[in-house]
């Protein structure tokens, strides 16, 4: 069965009376070209394991198991899994769990099959993100720091280009501070509305972010610097002595004199900092913070 052919997607749409779903972001990829360029991108070796979010009908789920010592596909829409159960029929290196993304232990899952002797190489996170979700599975990834070798995941163009923009840009924010600390960004590929049936509002881009195994910012307390990076952006026409106070929760004399010691002006905004000074920012917060709890 050819999974991503459009009559096949139609087929399978009216066999199981099955109205893809706008909220849960359901527009499922009809282009083999795009499905290789994924699994390239990821590095997928027969050794290895891989773990998608979202699986859909399984076009790229099917792909990927041709690649991959195991796959566990994670989808959250129940009337899914009597199709994916035809649709991976074939593969016995496949599980699917019903459930939803930001709630599993990746990290467990991961575990699980390792001392199942499932694979024995490296770990791979790929998907085509729901959209409506694509942040919140982003920072669950970064910020649980989930034991993968390679995180391979399309996203709306935008999300994309925000991710890998440089400080000063008007669409740097929290979100590509945060990847560009954990991960190097590679661009894999752009990906037009007409590879998808139904077909998306907006463009595509598929990112491989590649864990640091070494951090180029190595910070005291990884969690303060999310926190200041957050507050930071929560209101990016604010100068950092006012993001940080109001939505950071502390008073603006402690704020400027945290400013002052990091060598930032206060007045400057979040978008103009770069990680590096984000770190310095973050590490003097966190020597506040020890300084009045000891
Ligand atoms: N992988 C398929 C493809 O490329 O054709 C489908 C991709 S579609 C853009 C996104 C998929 O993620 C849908 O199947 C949707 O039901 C699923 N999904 C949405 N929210 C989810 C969540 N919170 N956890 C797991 N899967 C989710």
């Given at each position: 069965m050819?999974?991503?052919?459009?009559?096949?997607?139609?087929?399978?749409?009216?066999?199981?009376?099955?109205?893809?779903?706008?909220?849960?972001?359901?527009?499922?990829?009809?282009?083999?070209?795009?499905?290789?360029?994924?699994?390239?991108?990821?590095?997928i070796?027969?050794?290895?394991?891989?773990?998608?979010i979202?699986?859909?009908?399984?076009?790229?789920?099917?792909?990927?198991?041709?690649?991959?010592?195991?796959?566990?596909?994670?989808?959250?829409?129940?009337?899914?899994?009597?199709?994916?159960?035809?649709?991976?029929?074939?593969?016995?290196?496949?599980?699917v769990?019903?459930?939803?993304?930001?709630?599993?232990?990746?990290?467990q899952?991961?575990?699980?099959?390792?001392?199942?002797?499932?694979?024995?190489?490296?770990?791979?996170?790929?998907?085509?993100?729901?959209?409506?979700?694509?942040?919140?599975?982003?920072?669950?990834?970064?910020?649980?720091?989930?034991?993968?070798?390679?995180?391979?995941?399309?996203?709306?163009?935008?999300?994309?280009?925000r991710?890998?923009?440089?400080?000063?840009?008007?669409?740097?924010g929290a979100?590509?501070?945060a990847?560009?600390?954990?991960?190097?960004?590679?661009?894999?590929?752009?990906?037009?509305?007409e590879?998808?049936?139904?077909?998306?509002?907006?463009?595509?881009?598929?990112?491989?972010?590649?864990?640091l195994g070494?951090?180029?910012?190595?910070?005291?307390?990884?969690?303060?610097?999310?926190?200041?990076?957050?507050?930071?952006f929560?209101?990016?026409?604010?100068?950092?002595?006012?993001?940080?106070?109001?939505?950071?929760?502390?008073d603006?004399?402690?704020?400027?004199?945290?400013?002052?010691a990091?060598?930032?002006?206060?007045?400057?905004?979040?978008?103009?900092?770069?990680?590096?000074?984000?770190?310095?920012?973050?590490?003097?917060?966190?020597?506040?913070?020890?300084?009045?709890?000891?």
């Amino acid at each position: 069965m050819d999974l991503s052919s459009p009559g096949t997607v139609r087929a399978i749409r009216e066999k199981y009376g099955l109205q893809p779903s706008k909220g849960l972001g359901q527009n499922f990829i009809t282009d083999r070209n795009v499905l290789e360029r994924i699994v390239g991108g990821a590095g997928i070796d027969s050794e290895d394991m891989v773990i998608e979010i979202g699986p859909g009908i399984g076009v790229l789920t099917a792909e990927l198991a041709e690649h991959a010592a195991c796959v566990t596909a994670v989808e959250i829409d129940g009337r899914l899994m009597p199709v994916l159960e035809e649709t991976l029929a074939e593969y016995d290196n496949v599980r699917v769990l019903n459930a939803d993304i930001l709630q599993v232990d990746i990290g467990q899952i991961i575990n699980e099959s390792k001392a199942e002797g499932q694979f024995t190489g490296k770990v791979h996170i790929v998907g085509n993100l729901p959209y409506y979700i694509t942040t919140p599975i982003i920072m669950k990834l970064l910020e649980e720091q989930v034991p993968a070798d390679s995180i391979t995941v399309m996203m709306q163009k935008e999300v994309a280009d925000r991710i890998s923009s440089a400080p000063g840009s008007r669409i740097y924010g929290a979100i590509s501070v945060a990847v560009q600390y954990y991960c190097s960004v590679t661009k894999i590929t752009d990906v037009p509305k007409e590879a998808f049936v139904p077909r998306p509002k907006v463009a595509s881009t598929v990112l491989r972010l590649q864990p640091l195994g070494e951090k180029q910012v190595p910070v005291k307390d990884e969690k303060m610097l999310l926190r200041c990076v957050k507050a930071g952006f929560a209101q990016r026409r604010k100068t950092l002595l006012n993001s940080l106070s109001s939505a950071g929760g502390t008073d603006k004399d402690t704020v400027r004199r945290i400013l002052e010691a990091a060598d930032i002006d206060p007045g400057r905004r979040a978008e103009t900092l770069t990680i590096e000074e984000f770190g310095r920012i973050a590490d003097k917060f966190s020597d506040e913070h020890n300084q009045r709890n000891s």
